[in-house]
């Protein structure tokens, strides 16, 4: 396992958790809002930008984003994914 690779494991696990921080304001909002975002990747875009109200939302979006790709990039540039 390369340094690269050791590094995407976090940023990663912030994206997830980030991810459901917005899952659990959704199910807390309407369980069905909360099943639609669970299953329905457009509708996770959706509610994460218009209707997830939060005093930190720019942070949270940005763990989301930000920790995805960033992780992505990263482990993608270690090579781990061409094993």
């Given at each position: ?10 940023l990663l696990l912030v994206s997830v958790v ?66």
């Amino acid at each position: 396992m390369t340094i690269l690779a050791i590094l995407a494991i976090p940023l990663l696990l912030v994206s997830v958790v980030c991810s459901i921080i917005v899952l659990i304001d959704a199910f807390q909002n309407e369980v069905w809002k909360g099943l639609l975002f669970f299953f329905c990747s457009l509708y996770a875009l959706y509610y994460t930008f218009v209707e997830f109200d939060s005093d930190k939302k720019v942070l949270i979006l940005a763990g989301i984003f930000g920790g995805s790709i960033l992780g992505w990039t990263l482990l993608g540039a270690s090579g781990v994914m061409a094993h």
